[in-house]
């Protein structure tokens, strides 16, 4: 590959003349390279390379599945087995009910509110749990349907609730109250909403349709069981609560205790048939196409800064998990958007995403983190990506 740098205005700064030089000089040399992965099988129908690139350094951890394999599949866990809290990606593994497979490999998820406070781990996009709608999405998803068909795309919220008069407001799903706005607590949530300076309306299933756990792309009639005005309403495995702020709570007088309020679970594209979701960003691979950045945009370059790295990809025959190490001088510098975008091409990945990164980044396997995480100490994060074995299907 043969890149020149030039400049274009006599009073060009020398000095960014050979950062962009050094930029451009670099990029050649990383993204012309190729991937030959030594797979060793963990089990059955899924593989493990540690990927190494000593003239970077690069140390790449890739778990590879089978999608043929009918005892493997994909599923997300929440730190805590809810929102609310922060557990480590070994902890999490321990934590997924045996009915529901054994995990055999795992990376950190998406994105969250890591400031403590009381909605911390707050998942920044979308997340489904073994088919339970638990958090709305952001910009970008992957989700798996129920048939063995894996997503990834943009998925917009359009999640509202009906007043007694026919009138809808926008609905906002186990997150920090909206602001003059609604906001629906599922038991999932944690032992109470947390929320102050709201009025809470405590909902019981009204005896016909669907109801809890929440799905996405449903529709649910409630029944007012009671009215709170103190906020912090306690969640309860047969309730859910609608929570209102500011001018959000100019329409109660028309509710009462005993009222019926309908609301829905609509996304788009419709989502019913996930059973796994998972927030993320940006886009890596689309279309067997890896994204294209500037070099340059501005003063922020795309080329760099380098980080670790967390991802996930697939293609018709298989799923990846991946994390690059980084900020380990002498092991792995991590990776760029541009970088691992590459990476997932050359590794066979026709659409792939970007997850958390940086202290995040952690690879599990088989019992044990083989990835070296840059805070050397595993992070506690929101919820994570597994591939699990389930013994009571067949191949």
């Known amino acids: 590959m043969r890149?020149?740098?030039?400049?274009?205005?006599?009073?060009?700064?020398s000095v960014l003349l050979i950062v962009n030089c050094a930029l451009l000089t670099a990029a050649a040399q990383v993204l012309d390279y190729k991937v030959r992965p030594h797979y060793s099988v963990v089990v059955p129908g899924l593989e493990y390379a540690n990927v190494r690139l000593t003239n970077v350094p690069w140390s790449v951890h890739v778990a590879r599945l089978d999608r043929s394999r009918r005892d493997l599949g994909v599923m997300t866990t929440l730190g805590k087995g809810r929102i609310q809290g922060l557990s480590a990606l070994s902890a999490q593994t321990v934590s997924v009910p045996p009915k529901l497979g054994k995990p055999v490999a795992a990376v950190n998820g998406d994105f969250f509110?890591?400031?403590?406070?009381?909605?911390?781990?707050d998942p920044e996009g979308l997340q489904i749990v073994n088919g339970e709608l638990v958090s709305a999405p952001g910009d970008l998803s992957f989700w798996a349907e129920s048939g063995g068909a894996l997503h990834v795309g943009k998925v917009s919220a359009q999640m509202q609730f009906t007043w007694p008069d026919g009138t809808q407001s926008p609905l906002g799903l186990n997150e920090t109250p909206r602001r003059n706005g609604a906001t629906l607590f599922a038991p999932i949530f944690g032992a109470s909403t947390q929320a102050s300076n709201a009025v809470e309306l405590v909902l019981e299933h009204a005896q016909s349709g669907p109801w809890l756990p929440l799905r996405a792309n449903q529709l649910y009639s409630g029944r007012v069981r009671e009215i709170r005005t103190s906020g912090n309403t306690s969640l309860s495995p047969e309730t859910v609560i609608l929570s209102l702020t500011g001018s959000a709570t100019n329409a109660l007088a028309s509710v009462k205790p005993g009222a019926l309020l309908t609301f829905t679970?609509?996304?788009?594209?419709?989502?019913?048939?996930?059973v796994t979701a998972i927030g993320g960003g940006p886009l890596l691979v689309e279309r067997g196409k890896a994204q294209e950045w500037p070099v340059q945009r501005g003063t922020n370059t795309y080329l760099l800064p380098r980080h670790p790295r967390t991802a996930l990809g697939f293609n018709s025959r298989y799923f990846y998990l991946v994390v690059a190490d980084g900020r380990q001088q002498g092991l792995s510098m991590g990776m760029s958007f541009a970088e691992l975008a590459t990476f997932m091409?050359?590794?066979?990945?026709?659409?792939?995403m970007n997850l958390d990164g940086g202290g995040s980044a952690t690879f599990w396997l088989a019992g044990k983190v083989m990835n070296s995480p840059s805070d050397k100490r595993e992070r506690s994060l929101a919820n994570a990506v597994m591939i699990v074995q389930r013994t009571n299907r067949k191949r």
Do not use: M, R, V
């Not at 890149?3 to 700064?13: D, I, L, M, R, V």
């Not at 509110?113 to 781990?121: S, V």
């Not at 091409?345 to 792939?352: H, I, S, V, Y």
């Open 113 to 121: 509110l890591i400031k403590p406070g009381p909605y911390q781990g």
């Open 345 to 352: 091409k050359k590794l066979g990945c026709t659409e792939a």
């Open 3 to 13: 890149t020149s740098c030039w400049a274009s205005h006599p009073f060009t700064s």
């Open 265 to 274: 679970t609509a996304l788009s594209p419709n989502l019913g048939e996930a």
